[in-house]
């Protein structure tokens, strides 16, 4: 399994960008990079996937450089509630599906 | 679908008592995981099943701990006896077939054990 390393945490403001970057250097052909969100007192949430270059849906973007190295997870015009932890995980999507979770990053999003 | 439903949602505890853990997955979907979370040890993979079947439980941490799946809608994690040290929210996630990484994560149980 590659193993992650993100930030620690982040603070923002309401109505910037956010981008929170994970690097993932031994990452292997056959691995997908995921992105879950967690809310204080819930279970982690999926928030994206991708395998190379970007990949947007109606929550955030994905940006993967071509040497998958590492990828940028990517929250536009944040509010109060994107305060969270958020979490980068690589693996393999076929065969062994075991999801391991790192420390995440805390994003705090203050007025 | 109501999603992963977990019961109880808390529960408190003696040492050395039994501590049963229920999850209910999403109908369908056919990979089941246990986690457990502290502020010291984060997010840990405990065990996860593929169609019923236990893959991997390394992150079992001692025998006192045992998970079950008896079926495709049912899975319980038990501990016993318990320790204060066993103290952790208790989650159990879903996903649709075995290496999809969209999981679903259900409230969890929060167990205190006194």
């Known amino acids: 399994l590659a193993k992650t390393t993100q930030p620690i945490s982040m603070d923002s403001y309401e109505g910037q960008e956010v981008n929170i970057t994970c690097s993932h250097n031994?990452?292997?052909?056959?691995?997908?990079i995921t992105w879950y969100q967690q809310f204080p007192s819930q279970g982690p949430r999926f928030i994206i996937q991708g395998y190379k270059t970007k990949v947007t849906n109606e929550v955030a973007s994905l940006f993967i450089p071509a040497d998958r190295k590492s990828s940028t997870l990517s929250l536009p015009r944040v509010s109060l509630s994107d305060t969270a932890v958020y979490y980068c995980?690589?693996?393999?999507?076929?065969?062994?599906?075991?999801?391991?979770f790192g420390t995440g990053t805390q994003l705090k999003v203050e007025l | 679908d109501a999603g992963v439903i977990q019961s109880p949602r808390h529960e408190v505890t003696e040492m050395g008592q039994e501590v049963t853990l229920r999850c209910k997955p999403i109908?369908?979907?056919?990979?089941l995981f246990w986690y457990r979370q502290t502020m010291m040890r984060g997010l840990e993979l405990l065990i996860y099943?593929?169609?019923?079947?236990?893959?991997?439980d390394s992150g079992m941490p001692e025998d006192r701990f045992s998970a079950k799946m008896p079926n495709a809608s049912f899975s319980t994690l038990k501990i016993q006896p318990s320790e204060p040290r066993d103290s952790a929210v208790y989650f159990c996630a879903s996903s649709l077939r075995p290496g999809y990484h969209e999981a679903f994560f259900g409230q969890g149980t929060r167990l205190t054990v006194v």
């Open positions: 031994n990452i292997a052909t056959n691995d997908y």
């Open positions: 099943f593929n169609n019923n079947v236990p893959i991997d």
């Open positions: 109908s369908g979907h056919n990979s």
């Open positions: 995980l690589v693996g393999e999507t076929g065969g062994g599906n075991k999801l391991t």
